[in-house]
T-cell receptor
Framework: DAGVIQSPRHEVTEMGQEVTLRCKPI?????LFWYRQTMMRGLELLIY????????DSGMPEDRFSAKMPNASFSTLKIQPSEPRDSAVYFC????????????FGSGTRLTVV | DQQVKQNSPSLSVQEGRISILNCDYT??????FLWYKKYPAEGPTFLIS?????DKNEDGRFTVFLNKSAKHLSLHIVPSQPGDSAVYFC??????????FGQGTTLQVKP
């Protein structure tokens, strides 16, 4: 199993540009999560899906952020337009169920907006 | 509104001694509490968890204690090893699947 795959690993973009982060969850996992890591707030939950349906997007910072899960094997997190304060590491995680043994995380995408 | 808080950004411990990482939460509706470990340039990995109806769970060198009245949990690592140096995240899980993390504590174990 290749685990949760995120792309790109690093992204540098100019302020105002559109950024799309991608995630491929582990096959058979019904839950998919998007987190953002910053020094101040640690790991913030942005949005999560169950069976491709968004369940809770209360963590999405503002309308500039959007996430989709068109099928069970792919999700995107889009920022349009991007701002320097969006610079952070974005993680995707997946799980077969609500799991007290933890969710599996990808290696993250480091986003830098200049 | 930070529902899970780790108030110590960093901790330094000598190899072989005990490391104690602390975490506080504000919501009594959580069903499980988890600890994750994170190395640089990698995603967080699950370490240990505890049910909200328990007060202790042990796995090898790692023990998690839960004090529900104080809304506080802690992770004990005994003995600490240099390979334990990482960022440790406390997290709280609801039965809806929502997993909320704290800010993290950077542990340094000195040889």
């Amino acid at each position: 199993d290749a685990g949760v795959i995120q792309s790109p690993r690093h992204e540098v973009t100019e302020m105002g540009q559109e950024v799309t982060l991608r995630c491929k969850p582990i096959s058979g996992h019904d839950y998919l999560f998007w987190y953002r890591q910053t020094m101040m707030r640690g790991l913030e939950l942005l949005i999560y899906f169950n069976n491709n349906v968004p369940i809770d997007d209360s963590g999405m910072p503002e309308d500039r952020f959007s996430a989709k899960m068109p099928n069970a094997s792919f999700s995107t997190l889009k920022i349009q337009p991007s701002e320097p304060r969006d610079s952070a590491v974005y993680f995707c995680a997946s799980s077969p169920q609500v799991a007290h043994y933890g969710y599996t995380f990808g290696s993250g995408t480091r986003l830098t907006v200049v | 509104d930070q529902q899970v808080k780790q108030n110590s950004p960093s901790l330094s411990v000598q190899e072989g001694r005990i490391s104690i990482l602390n975490c506080d939460y504000t919501n009594s509706m959580f069903d499980y509490f988890l600890w994750y470990k994170k190395y640089p340039a990698e995603g967080p990995t699950f370490l240990i968890s505890i049910s909200s109806i328990k007060d202790k769970n042990e796995d090898g060198r790692f023990t998690v204690f839960l004090n529900k009245s104080a809304k506080h949990l802690s992770l004990h690592i005994v003995p600490s090893q240099p390979g334990d140096s990482a960022v440790y995240f406390c997290a709280a899980l609801r039965n809806t699947g929502k997993l909320i993390f704290g800010q993290g504590t950077t542990l340094q174990v000195k040889p």
